[in-house]
């Protein structure tokens, strides 16, 4: 795909990056990477242990490398909130490789059995952190993403084989299964 002039993107939680670093150095151009804490603690106690350290090795790996560029995504929750202008600090340095940071509003789906509730905030509740990010990397480089804005805007498919689309209606969200 490469070779055929194609843009390769990669969205990755970074843990098997050490394994395949001079394959994805050579042919990705974007990587993805999630940053939910601009520290261990708050980052892995989200997206578990050692995590923090493969996405912010993977980070400074290739940005050093000079040919890939980056799509930093954090999930807003009730751990990371206030840690959020933190995280802004954390991947400037790497602001010229950045093509966006893409800051997303927890998603609280009542029907999803196991999921976690208390990493819910309330956008009224985050709102004053969200409004001061940009400062640092730019406006341009950072983007909002709502519950209501990512309605119907993608599918996911389920370890069952479900497909779905998320819907968000009234303050919820539910699963629409379009298929299997």
């Given at each position: 795909?490469?070779?055929?002039?194609m843009?390769?993107c990669?969205?990755?939680?970074?843990?098997?990056?050490?394994?395949?670093r001079?394959?994805i150095?050579?042919?990705?151009?974007?990587?993805?990477?999630?940053?939910?804490g601009s520290?261990?603690?708050v980052?892995?106690?989200l997206?578990?242990?050692g995590?923090?350290?493969s996405?912010?090795?993977?980070?400074r790996?290739?940005?050093d490398?000079?040919?890939?560029?980056?799509r930093?995504?954090?999930?807003?929750t009730?751990l990371n909130?206030?840690?959020?202008s933190?995280?802004?600090?954390?991947?400037?340095?790497?602001?010229?490789?950045?093509?966006?940071?893409?800051?997303?509003?927890?998603i609280?789906y009542?029907?999803r059995s196991?999921?976690?509730?208390?990493?819910y905030?309330?956008?009224e509740?985050a709102?004053?952190?969200?409004?001061?990010?940009?400062?640092?990397?730019g406006?341009?480089?950072?983007c909002l993403d709502?519950?209501?804005a990512?309605?119907?805007?993608?599918?996911l498919?389920?370890?069952?084989?479900?497909?779905?689309?998320?819907?968000?209606?009234?303050?919820?969200?539910k699963?629409?299964?379009i298929g299997?």
């Amino acid at each position: 795909v490469k070779h055929l002039g194609m843009m390769i993107c990669l969205s990755t939680n970074a843990d098997f990056f050490d394994l395949h670093r001079e394959e994805i150095s050579d042919c990705v151009d974007v990587v993805g990477l999630p940053i939910d804490g601009s520290e261990s603690r708050v980052h892995d106690g989200l997206r578990g242990r050692g995590s923090f350290s493969s996405v912010i090795g993977t980070l400074r790996y290739l940005f050093d490398q000079g040919k890939t560029y980056f799509r930093i995504g954090t999930v807003v929750t009730s751990l990371n909130y206030r840690d959020l202008s933190n995280i802004e600090r954390l991947i400037a340095p790497f602001r010229e490789k950045i093509v966006y940071w893409k800051v997303y509003e927890f998603i609280l789906y009542p029907d999803r059995s196991g999921q976690s509730q208390e990493f819910y905030v309330s956008p009224e509740k985050a709102r004053p952190y969200l409004q001061q990010l940009g400062g640092i990397l730019g406006q341009d480089k950072v983007c909002l993403d709502s519950c209501a804005a990512r309605s119907r805007a993608y599918f996911l498919i389920n370890p069952n084989g479900d497909a779905i689309i998320p819907v968000h209606y009234q303050g919820l969200t539910k699963d629409l299964v379009i298929g299997n």
